[in-house]
């Protein structure tokens, strides 16, 4: 059974999930004696994508998470137009990963918040840090 835990500010939780960062925000924000292992994306997160994606329309997507002014060739995740549409791709060594072709940048938007989130959801769900040991960031120590 999951401890029950106040909600961080929406706001806090749309910018760990826009950042790429959910995990790292939810075990740094974890009461005292709460371990990760106790807690799943539904004791952390209350917004749904529709409220991620309406605070998108509103704010804009950080640099730091997805680059949508222009392609540089930094690895990193981009919402561009181009051709009469948008892409949407990952940047790795300067080539496109997983390119998305949409016809408006609300489509586009919408793609990049839902994998945000869906990425977010993923992370938070404590068994998938078990399955992956490698990609567990150092901060949390080990797990049994």
């Known amino acids: 059974m999951s401890p029950q835990l106040t909600p961080r500010p929406p706001d806090d939780q749309i910018r760990a999930i826009l950042g790429w960062r959910a995990f790292r925000w939810a075990v740094d924000h974890l009461p005292t004696g709460v ?18 994606d309406r605070w998108v329309e509103r704010h804009g997507f950080a640099a730091t ?14 919402l561009l137009p181009e051709e009469g549409g948008w892409v949407v791709f990952y940047s790795e060594r ?30 938070l769900n404590h ?13 949390i120590g080990n797990m049994p």
């Open 35 to 52: 371990s990760i292992d106790d807690v799943r994306f539904v004791d952390l997160i209350s917004v749904t994508q529709e409220d991620v």
């Open 127 to 139: 068994r998938w840090w078990h399955a992956h040991p490698d990609a567990r960031p150092a901060s």
């Open 94 to 123: 300067g080539q496109r990963n997983f390119a998305h072709h949409f016809v408006t940048r609300a489509e586009a938007r919408r793609w990049v918040v839902d994998y945000l989130y869906d990425s977010a959801r993923t992370s």
């Open 65 to 78: 998470s997805v680059r949508d002014d222009r392609y540089d060739g930094v690895e990193g995740l981009y």
